[in-house]
């Protein structure tokens, strides 16, 4: 299984950003995709969460509002769509695979290589 993020790039506070994650070698209907993100000194936090099973989407709390987890069926893809965006929102972003959408991390086997987000006030 082989995913790859891509989307990254520098904004201002307020703009908006897409991200994609498109993933290949799943072997199953049933996984889930997950957008974790990484800012520098900070440990790996959950953002959000596709269940391709159920077409079920989750959201964290703290982008909730913000940020939304639509598929591209065209693109084939898992998107993350980030909306309002303030340089707190800076970070690596990663995507995932595994099951179920769930916060923990352990329970997404494949990731991908991560992408960059910065937004500057």
């Known amino acids: 299984v082989q995913l790859q993020a891509s989307g990254g790039g520098s904004v201002q506070a307020g703009g908006s950003l897409r991200l994609s994650c498109a993933a290949s070698?799943?072997?199953?209907?049933?996984?889930?995709i997950g957008w974790f993100r990484q800012a520098s000194g900070k440990g790996r936090e959950y953002v959000s969460c596709?269940?391709?099973?159920?077409?079920?989407?989750y959201v964290a709390n703290s982008v909730k509002g913000r940020f939304t987890i639509p598929r591209d069926n065209i693109k084939n893809t898992v998107d993350l769509q980030m909306n309002s965006l303030t340089p707190e929102d800076t970070a690596v972003y990663y995507c995932?695979?595994?099951?179920?959408?769930?916060?923990?991390?352990?329970?997404?086997?494949?990731w991908g290589q991560g992408t960059l987000v910065t937004v500057s006030s």
């Open positions: 070698g799943l072997t199953t209907d049933i996984y889930a």
């Open positions: 995932a695979a595994g099951y179920p959408c769930t916060s923990a991390q352990a329970m997404f086997d494949h």
């Open positions: 596709f269940s391709n099973s159920d077409g079920n989407t």
